[in-house]
DNA sequence: AATAGAAGCGGACTGCGGTCCGTTTCAATG
DNA sequence: CATTGAAACGGACCGCAGTCCGCTTCTATT
């Protein structure tokens, strides 16, 4: 028992070539990304361009959907990070009604604008923690800040359901819905659920 | 052109030997899916338990997901029929608010049920149409019953959506909502949207 | 600097979904 | 029946996700 205590030793943090790898890999993806589409972003083919074995593609990133959730992640904390601090109406400023709209609006543009990406990531694993519920959470919030009363959390679940993505494409691509009439009814849904008798 | 003109001639039936196979193959699959589970099911296997080569079976359903789409379609087809004409309040001859918070309680727990073949038979395709478009119908023709006015397309459209697997699953497996406070909330929401000011 | 052992690496290998095309089976016609 | 054109069949084949395990590289320790 010759060794420290790991008391406060965080876990040991990443070894140099590890580092190295992950960045080539990340690199090489968004590469991929932009030249074959998402649909061309092979496993091989990854590890390939970043000049790696398959074995640590996967070793990095789980999964396919793994892969596809880390490079999703970056936009998305942008994203988050424009509705906690950024210019209101969707960051903090507004009052809470508008942002909440601003929000929807938002979400459902960022949605639609990673499309490919968010049905390739999947919904098991890394992203539904780091995405469906911050939404969730400030949902919640700013309904708690409109000053609805009643179950917070199912309603912000009820209001964030029709702007993902799943929902989204019925009405774009099938249904041929226009996007104004899309914002509008959740505009609508929003003001519905807010006045509460 | 001694060919007799090929209007009202309905698309030729169906071969013999080909109805014996779909029925061979849905039974197959019907019973590799108690054994084994649905991911159990691969499309070597099945033609093997259903003695067919495997090119008949992509034959008949598309891909993996057009046969799980065939799967759900039974039993969606028994529920849209009790749907539309099965005892109340669930079918016709109750009140239609109160036939609306019973389809809602009704989707949830079909969904559940058949979670793990949804989630595999996808969103693309066959099922799409069959199957979002009947409950978002259904619950638009409701809406209007009980007499709410606005885009009853998007209402729908929003109350179906937080019934999905997809959302389903977050709350009940990630968040452990249980089910009580789920329907609870559906109702509320139901209640917010078809009180309008 | 030497060393030990853990963390990382790589690529052959497996199983599955999906395609392709030569062969077989059906049913409509004379 | 015999014929014939089309629909259906079957299984070899391909590409990709994911696993496995022996080898290499890093870092902490003395």
Redesign the pocket.
Do not use: I, L, Q
């Given at each position: 028992m010759?060794?420290?205590l790991p008391l406060l030793t965080s876990p040991?943090p990443?070894?140099?070539?590890?580092a190295r790898?992950r960045e080539a890999l990340l690199e090489a993806a968004v590469c991929l990304v932009e030249v074959h589409g998402v649909a061309g972003v092979?496993?091989?083919a990854l590890a390939a361009r970043a000049g790696?074995?398959?074995?640590?593609v996967?070793?990095?990133f789980g999964?396919?959907?793994g892969l596809m959730a880390a490079l999703l992640n970056h936009s998305e904390t942008e994203w988050q990070a424009a509705v906690m601090g950024g210019p209101p109406p969707l960051g903090p400023g507004a009052p809470p009604l508008d942002r909440l709209l601003a929000f929807g609006a938002s979400r459902m543009e960022l949605n639609l604008r990673h499309a490919e990406l968010i049905e390739a990531a999947g919904h098991p694993g890394t992203r539904g923690v780091g995405a469906l519920s911050f939404t969730t959470m400030h949902v919640r919030y700013l309904l708690g800040e409109i000053g609805v009363v009643g179950d917070l959390g199912y309603l912000a679940t009820a209001l964030v359901a029709p702007l993902e993505i799943i929902v989204l494409r019925e009405q774009v691509d099938r249904a041929q819905v226009p996007m104004a009439r899309i914002v509008a009814g959740w505009t609508d849904l929003v003001h519905r659920v807010v006045s509460a008798p």
């Open positions: 010759s060794k420290p040991p990443e070894r140099r070539d590890a790898n092979t496993m091989d790696v074995g398959k074995g640590t996967f070793r990095r999964s396919r959907e």
